[in-house]
Structures are given as structure tokens and as C-alpha cells.
């Protein structure tokens, strides 16, 4: 997500509260904020796939994917 996405995010916000929003603009607002979502946990997945855990006797363990034994 680049930061003119995010910079429209806020302007819409900031529309919202203030003027209030078009039905356009209600759905550009939903799908950015959908696509956020999306690069956010894209990105925290990315971070938790590269955590590993280093055991007392020194040994390393990576974290295993949720449902992965």
C-alpha cells in the first residue's frame, strides 16, 4: 500500500466527519480500506514466518505456520 492510498484514506475519514460521504465515495473508501487490511496482514504474516525460537540448549526452532505440526 502506497502512501497516497493511505493519504486518501484519512481524506475520506475526514469527509466522513465533517460533510459526510457519496455513495461513490463510500465504496472507494470500503475497497481501500479492504486493501489495507490486506497489505497489513500480508505483512505480519511475512514477520511471524521469519520469528524462531531459541531453545535453552541453544538450539533454534522456527515458529511453525497455525494448523502445521
Known sequence: MNEEKIARINELYHLQKTTGLTEEQKKEQK???????????????GHLNN???????GTVTPLRPKGKH
Not at 31 to 45: H, P
Not at 51 to 57: F, G, L, P
Open 51 to 57: 520469528i524462531s525460537i531459541q531453545n535453552e540448549d
Open 31 to 45: 475497497k481501500l480500506r479492504a486493501e489495507y487490511i490486506q497489505s497489513v496482514r500480508a505483512n505480519l504474516r
